[in-house]
């Protein structure tokens, strides 16, 4: 063979060889394959929630009688079972209702010192509420709202007649927490402030006509179980 086909074997055997060594550095390039990772499915939960509790009913036992010096009056405290339902905007902000209802024995307690009548009241309360969620299964909240209470089957003693106490709106405030046991339940203690001042009148058979301030601003104490759908 001449020298001219000696150089193009040489060539030829050359670029080969720097193909081969190109197509290994490629290949060392090349990503493994991944094998394929399962999709996680994060189920919600659903934005309900109610509650059922123990309520103390907790009044503050003040008020008055127009035109009667030292006059003041007193309310008897109560035990009474309440539902609340809540919605959940997010994990943090919800709305709860409160619902409930009890009655009032009404004293004057002060100059006159005789009992006035007896009182039911209805006070829903909605509350706008902030839930803490980095507390695992504690889960404490604070909220405020507001209340209306409607006063009704009004009755009188000790000579009293036509008792009327007005339907009251006012704010609220609360705090409390929640334990869940697992997803779905849990236990509630629960501590709302109610600010309820009133305008009350009745007739008397001695005194006439009297009126004045009922102001009974209530605390309500509260325990029971929680239930998240």
């Given amino acids: 063979m001449n020298t001219s086909g000696v150089r193009h074997l040489r060539w030829l055997a050359g670029a080969s060889a720097a193909f081969f060594a190109f197509g290994a550095a490629a290949a060392d390039l090349t990503p493994a394959p991944v094998a394929p ?9 659903s934005p309900w929630q109610i509650r059922v509790r123990g309520l103390g009913v907790i009044t503050e036992d003040k008020g008055s009688v127009k035109g009667v010096p030292g006059s003041d009056l007193s309310y008897t405290d109560s035990v009474i079972p309440e539902l609340d339902i809540t919605y959940f905007f997010t994990d943090n902000i919800a709305a709860e209702l409160i619902l409930g209802t009890t009655y009032a024995n009404i004293k004057e307690d002060g100059a006159v010192g005789v ?3 007896k009182a039911w009241l209805l006070p ?6 902030y839930h803490f969620t980095d507390f695992g ?3 404490p909240y604070v909220g405020a709202g507001v209340n209306y209470t409607f006063f009704y089957n009004q009755s009188e003693k000790s000579g009293f007649h036509n008792l009327d106490i007005d339907n009251h ?5 609360q705090v409390g927490f929640d334990y869940m046991i697992d997803q ?3 236990v509630n203690f629960d501590v709302k402030k109610i600010f309820l001042e009133t305008d009350w009148k009745a007739d008397h058979d001695v005194l006439g006509p009297l ?6 601003n209530p605390w309500l ?3 029971g179980v929680t239930y998240r759908f």
Avoid: D, N, Y
């Fill in 211 to 216: 009126s004045g301030k009922a102001k009974i």
């Fill in 184 to 186: 779905h339940w849990g």
């Fill in 124 to 129: 829903p309360t909605l509350t706008l509420q």
């Fill in 115 to 117: 009992p006035v009548g």
């Fill in 169 to 173: 709106v006012g704010a609220a405030l």
């Fill in 221 to 223: 104490i509260g325990a």
């Fill in 37 to 45: 990772v399962a999709e996680e499915t994060v189920t919600g939960q």
């Fill in 137 to 139: 299964a504690f889960k």
